[in-house]
Nanobody
Framework: QVQLVESGGGLVQTGSSLRLSCSAS????????MGWFRQAPGKEREFVAS????????EHADSVRGRFTISGDNAKNTVFLQMNNLKPEDTAIYYC????????WGRGTQVTVSS
């Protein structure tokens, strides 16, 4: 099992920045990639960004590319999401995800962007 704990959410104004962090514990050697998803009220959970532990390949959703940047420290089993130029439509619960011999989720952290 892998346990994930997110931090860094909050209430900010349009145009602000936030940095989310997610720390993994447990069977971390099984992790192949980590990423972020988000779910806004009344909407389905959607992909935001991911990073592979081997090679550090990153992917970002079209809706956040150029504003959000995922990075990671696999030695510390931690992944970050730097979010710049936040918009009200970025308001959601952000969930950390880890994949590898299983698919694991954190409990989420709320990000609210006011207009």
């Amino acid at each position: 099992q892998v346990q994930l704990v997110e931090s860094g959410g909050g209430l900010v104004q349009t145009g602000s920045s936030l940095r989310l962090s997610c720390s993994a514990s447990g069977r971390t050697r099984s992790i192949e990639s980590m990423g972020w998803f988000r779910q806004a009220p009344g909407k389905e959970r959607e992909f935001v960004a991911s990073i592979t532990w081997r090679g550090g390949r990153t992917e970002h959703a079209d809706s956040v590319r150029g504003r959000f940047t995922i990075s990671g420290d696999n030695a510390k089993n931690t992944v970050f999401l730097q979010m710049n130029n936040l918009k009200p439509e970025d308001t959601a619960i952000y969930y950390c995800n880890a994949f590898g011999m299983g698919n694991y989720w954190g409990r989420g952290t709320q990000v609210t962007v006011s207009s």
